[in-house]
């Protein structure tokens, strides 16, 4: 879709077609009241300044969507196959870094109590293993900050590669 078509769209229709960008609908709302935008430019803006309100609670509704990196995101929905392309690198990678992320993932979960968030495209199975490791050394604010940060880059990310 392009960004014509967006700003054209009816409210639902235009927050439906957005939607695999993040499980966040106050954020889907808000842009769409946002429209018509001028360009892709004013719209990723709009789009940023309306996610770096995002905390906690909307970190935690966003997650109910994603699947842990290293598990395969079931489904046939939009958001189910962007998960699946973006997590492409830990799916090839070798079995010794899949078992460390599995380990990894359970480990991250018990201490924070949610599944860890990373922007896995463009990031190897061995970067994402990585940065679980060493986000496991931040507080428990530090996380909330940092999954936000991340939060944040996939859902831009998305959002751009939908209205180009």
């Known amino acids: 879709m392009n960004l014509t078509t967006f ?10 077609a957005i939607a695999h960008c993040v499980a966040i609908s106050n954020w889907q709302q808000a842009l769409v009241a946002q429209r018509p935008f001028a360009s892709l430019t004013a719209l990723m803006q709009c789009a940023e300044q309306l996610a770096l309100s995002w905390q906690q609670p909307e970190l935690n509704q966003a997650l109910a969507a994603h699947p842990r990196i290293g598990e395969r995101a079931a489904g046939a929905d939009k958001e189910a196959a962007l998960s699946r392309r973006e997590q492409g690198a830990m799916q090839q990678a070798d079995s010794d870094v899949q ?23 463009g990031r190897s199975g061995e970067q994402m293993l990585a940065e679980l490791q060493r986000r496991l050394e931040n507080s428990p604010e530090q996380e909330v900050q940092e999954a936000l940060g991340q939060l944040r880059e996939i859902t831009l990310l998305r959002l751009q590669e939908s209205l180009q």
């Open 99 to 121: 078992q460390a992320m599995r380990a990894g993932n359970q480990a991250y979960e018990a201490r924070f109590g949610r599944v860890f968030l990373i922007r896995a495209k």
């Open 7 to 16: 700003n054209q769209l009816d409210a639902d229709a235009a927050q439906a």
